[in-house]
C-alpha cells in the first residue's frame, strides 16, 4: 500500500476526531446547562392533598407542600401553607393540583355557598317538580330563563305567560353545588339562582302568586329576547288563523273567553199575534124564475096575468 496514501488517511481521521469533539462539547454545554440551573432552583408551592369540592373550607390535612421549578410555579400560588387554611373553596381542586389565590374566598367569608356568591349578588332557591326543572336537568353552573303564569292583576280573568327573567346562573341544585362528573341528571326540588336583589324580589313574588317555569338556554347566549307574552285564548283561534275583534273597550282576547249573557226574552205584542182568517163569503141564493105573464088588453084597460105552472102542464 502507498505510504502517501495512509499518511492523508491517518490525518484525516485526526482532523475528524478534533472537530466532533469541539461540536459535541458546545452543543453539551448549550442544552445541559440551562436545564441544570432550572432543576436546583426548586421551591415549595401548596398543592392538594386529596380532591376539595366547592364551598369546603381547607384544613391542615387538605393541603401539603410540593416542590417545584421555579420557572413552573403558576401564577397566585401559595408559598406557605399558614396562607390557605381556613379559606372557603369557591371552585373544585384536584388531586396535587397547587392551590391557587382566585380558587379561594377570603377567610372569614362564610362557608358552603356563602363564599361563590359575588358581592353585590344574591342568591334565591325556587322550589321546583321534575317538570318545572327541566325534568332534573338543571344542574349547577347552568344558564335559565323564568317564565311566570299567572293572572294579572286588572280583573282579567285570561291567564297568561311571560318571561319574567332571562340568562340566570344555576348555583346549585338541591344540595349539591357541582355538575356529576357523569353529566346524569340531579333529582333535586329546590333549585338555587344568581340574582341582582331586584331580580330577587320579582323571583319571590312569582313563587308566591304564580307558577315558575325554568326554561334552559345555551350558556353562550347573552342576548336578551324581547317578548309581549302570551294569553290563553290566544292558543286556541277561529278557523283561518284571525280572532273576533274584541268589543267595546275590553282588552283584546277577552270577549273570546268569557260567557255570552243570554237574551232577554221579548214581551209578547198584540201587533206580533197574527190575526184570524177571514170567513169565505157565502154565494147568495140563485132568484126565483120569472112566471109567465100574459097581458090582457080589454078597451081601455090592460091586464097582466100570470100562467101558473099548472096551466102549462096541461
Do not use: C
Not at 373550607?57 to 387538605?62: C, F, N, Q, R, V
Not at 350558556?219 to 329576547?225: E, F, L, M, Q, V
Amino acid at each position: 500500500m502507498d505510504r502517501r496514501f495512509l499518511t492523508v488517511l491517518g490525518v484525516s481521521l485526526v482532523f475528524a476526531l478534533v472537530v466532533s469533539s469541539i461540536f459535541y462539547q458546545m452543543s453539551s454545554k448549550a442544552s445541559s446547562g440551562p436545564k441544570a440551573n432550572e432543576q436546583t432552583e426548586t421551591v415549595d408551592v401548596v398543592v392538594a392533598a386529596k380532591p376539595l369540592a366547592m364551598g369546603v373550607t381547607i384544613k391542615p390535612d387538605d393541603i401539603r407542600l410540593a416542590k417545584m421549578p421555579a420557572s413552573a410555579v403558576p401564577k397566585g400560588a401559595f408559598r406557605k401553607a399558614e396562607e390557605v387554611i381556613d379559606r372557603p373553596v369557591m371552585s373544585n381542586i384536584l388531586l396535587d393540583e397547587p392551590v391557587l389565590d382566585g380558587r379561594l374566598a377570603e377567610r372569614g367569608s362564610g362557608f358552603g355557598l356563602s363564599p361563590v356568591i359575588p358581592i353585590g349578588m344574591r342568591a334565591v332557591s325556587v322550589r321546583v317538580n321534575e317538570v318545572v326543572g327541566v325534568a332534573g336537568f338543571v344542574l349547577p353552573g347552568m344558564h335559565v330563563d323564568v317564565l311566570v303564569t299567572g293572572r294579572p292583576p286588572n280583573g282579567s280573568e285570561t291567564t297568561m305567560t311571560t318571561t319574567a327573567l332571562q340568562d340566570i346562573t344555576v348555583l346549585s341544585a338541591g344540595q349539591t353545588m357541582q355538575a356529576d362528573p357523569r353529566g346524569q341528571a340531579i333529582n333535586a326540588p329546590v333549585v338555587t339562582l344568581l340574582v341582582t336583589p331586584e331580580q330577587a324580589e320579582i323571583l319571590t313574588l312569582a313563587g308566591n302568586e304564580a307558577k315558575i317555569q325554568l326554561v334552559l338556554r345555551n350558556a353562550a347566549d347573552k342576548s336578551i329576547a324581547m317578548t309581549s307574552g302570551k294569553r290563553m285564548n290566544e292558543l286556541y283561534r277561529v278557523k283561518g288563523g284571525a280572532r273576533p275583534a274584541p268589543s267595546g273597550g275590553a282588552e283584546p282576547g277577552d270577549d273570546d273567553i268569557r260567557p255570552r249573557p243570554r237574551p232577554r226574552p221579548r214581551p209578547v205584542l198584540v201587533s206580533d199575534i197574527p190575526a184570524a182568517p177571514a170567513p169565505a163569503p157565502v154565494a147568495a141564493p140563485p132568484p126565483p124564475p120569472v112566471p109567465d105573464q100574459v097581458v090582457v088588453i080589454r078597451g081601455n084597460q090592460k091586464t097582466v096575468e100570470v100562467v101558473s105552472n099548472a096551466r102549462k102542464g096541461l
